[in-house]
């Protein structure tokens, strides 16, 4: 148990101690209920009650607000109602977050209710706190050695919460909902460019039967052509080339160097001089490719004699990558030169090369890929400001809370 008194970091003019309190002295705890058969209280009619699920949380915020069942009336007596400004916590504590609720609602047996009956506490500080490590480290102690790993209204009960007075309670709640408002807004953004990209990857290819694509470029007018693979990117295998980096082939990531990866797969040195070199931009069939398409070099190094290389001449890497991963290719195009069983799957190499690709001019595949590259650029950015964000959030309810 942590003896602190006052959190490692904390906002400007606020020095008291905090207080230690049994959580069962401070809130109502009760847990929810279930009528039986639940499927007899279903129902679709105007009356009936929300019926809350660990589906109708949300993927980002706090707020419970709607809910994809509701139960008749008839099943109140025999479930937990919940109010707006409730709070409910999973007693799975594989799940250990909490919510509150945003609308009126009963809870089946699979949730607690936290109610904060005597005001002791601010909503968004009381949420954040029962979801803070120091909180879930003390749901485990007290658990251990239960012959069933979950929460219940005692063993809630009885964890022991260090607070501040109401005012320090509010201006940490504010904090935590503005950190959890640019953490939805960006997962947002981040949602909103990958679905312009997949729209954007959907019709920038002609649909079958077509000689144009759906969206396209101003500038440009001609029709599309269908080529064969093996006409418009020829394999090469060169070897003797021990003196370039090994690379290590990430599905979906393209290429890294081997001595950079936190990965430790051993290979055999001595035989580099078998291993083929890939030029950047050039693209490699790898022993996954049955399922997720081919990989493009984003260095230039030397990779398993295992793997076929293939290069194009005056055929942008990014617009061709962006098609050699899509559905169509993998599912339609390419499943019918695979064989094999299982993880024993492998590409017949020659009937890969025989199937049909768009090929328009170089300069409007240089378009498009350039269009690809900014969109993973954004969607880049904004994966990363909300990987930051997140980091943010960890550390202040680590160094918020006591």
């Known amino acids: 148990m942590n003896n ?14 905090w207080e230690q309190r049994k959580l069962s002295d401070l809130v109502q705890i009760e847990r929810g209920g279930s009528p039986r058969p639940i499927d007899d209280y279903i129902t679709d009619a105007s009356n009936g009650l929300n019926w809350i699920k660990i589906g109708d949380a949300p993927a980002q915020g706090n707020y ?45 047996d699979g949730w607690l209710l936290i109610r904060n009956t005597y005001n002791f506490f601010d909503l968004t500080f009381l949420c954040h706190l029962l979801g803070t490590p120091q909180m879930l480290n003390q749901y485990r102690s007290l658990a251990a050695g239960s012959t069933v790993n979950n929460l219940n209204k005692e063993l809630v009960g009885n964890t022991v919460v260090t607070i501040p007075n109401i005012d320090e309670q509010r201006v940490i709640g504010q904090y935590s909902e503005h950190l959890d408002h640019l953490i939805t807004l960006h997962q947002r953004k981040l949602e909103k460019l990958k679905i312009v990209k997949k729209a954007m990857l959907e019709n920038c290819f002609p649909k079958k039967g077509k000689k144009v694509p759906k969206f396209r470029f101003s500038g440009f007018t001609g029709d599309w052509e269908q080529r064969k693979l093996g006409k418009v990117f020829e394999e090469y295998s060169e070897k003797n080339h021990e003196d370039l980096p090994t690379l290590m082939i990430i599905q979906g ?146 160094k918020m809370f006591v």
């Open 253 to 398: 990531g393209g290429t890294i160097r081997r001595d950079e990866s936190d990965r430790s797969l051993l290979y055999d040195k001595a035989n580099l001089a078998n291993y083929k070199m890939v030029n950047e931009g050039d693209f490699i069939v790898h022993l996954r490719s049955f399922e997720g398409g081919l990989e493009m070099a984003t260095n230039t190094g030397i990779i398993s004699p295992a793997y076929h290389t293939f290069h194009g001449e005056n055929t942008d890497s990014r617009f061709y990558y962006s098609y050699f991963r899509s559905k169509k290719f993998i599912d339609i195009d390419l499943t019918p030169h695979v064989y094999g069983i299982r993880d024993g799957r492998s590409i017949d190499i020659e009937g890969m090369k025989t199937v049909k690709i768009p090929f328009t001019s170089y300069e409007e595949q240089k378009a498009i890929g350039m269009f690809i590259k900014h969109l993973d650029h954004l969607i880049t950015l904004h994966q990363r400001k909300l990987e930051k964000l997140k980091i943010i959030k960890k550390s202040f309810l680590e």
């Open 4 to 17: 602190r008194k006052t959190p490692i970091i904390r906002f400007k003019g606020f020095t008291d101690d």
């Open 64 to 108: 419970i607000t709607k809910t994809a069942e509701k139960i008749r009336p008839e099943g109140l007596s025999k479930t937990r109602e919940v109010h707006p400004g409730d709070l409910i916590l999973s007693n799975s504590m594989s799940f250990g977050k909490p919510y509150i609720m945003g609308i009126y609602g009963c809870i089946h």
